[in-house]
C-alpha cells in the first residue's frame, strides 16, 4: 500500500442524517488514486467494502462520501454495537 506523504487523506464520519443507524463517511482525494474502505465490527477481523473508488482524472481535494446503509456491508450497522472503519490509499 501507498500514501500520498503531504496529502494524506483524513476520514470524517458523521451520522447519515434522515437514515437511523447508518453513517457518512467523507475524505478528500487526490487525482489517480485507488481508495478502499474497510470496515470491522471487532478491530479483528476486517471487510472490504464492496468496490473500491477510482479517482482518475479528479483534482486534487475533492470531497468524496461513502454510505454505509448495509448494502455494501454485512451486517448492517444499525444492529451493531460498533463499527469501526479504516481507508486505504493505493494506486490505480
Not at 506523504?5 to 451520522?15: A, D, G, K, T, V
Not at 471487532?42 to 448495509?70: C, F, H, K, R, Y
Request: aromatic share 12%; hydrophobic share 35%; net charge neutral.
Amino acid at each position: 500500500l501507498l500514501a500520498d506523504p503531504e496529502l494524506f487523506p483524513q476520514l470524517r464520519i458523521e451520522p447519515n442524517i434522515g437514515w437511523s443507524g447508518t453513517w457518512k463517511l467523507k475524505f478528500p482525494s487526490l487525482p489517480n488514486r485507488r481508495y478502499r474502505m474497510m470496515y470491522s465490527d471487532d478491530l479483528l477481523n476486517w471487510n472490504a467494502w464492496t468496490g473500491d473508488m477510482v479517482t482518475t482524472g479528479q483534482s486534487s481535494n475533492p470531497e468524496n462520501t461513502w454510505i454505509d446503509d448495509g448494502q455494501s456491508t454485512s451486517p448492517h450497522p444499525s444492529t451493531q454495537a460498533k463499527r469501526f472503519y479504516r481507508l486505504h490509499l493505493m494506486m490505480p
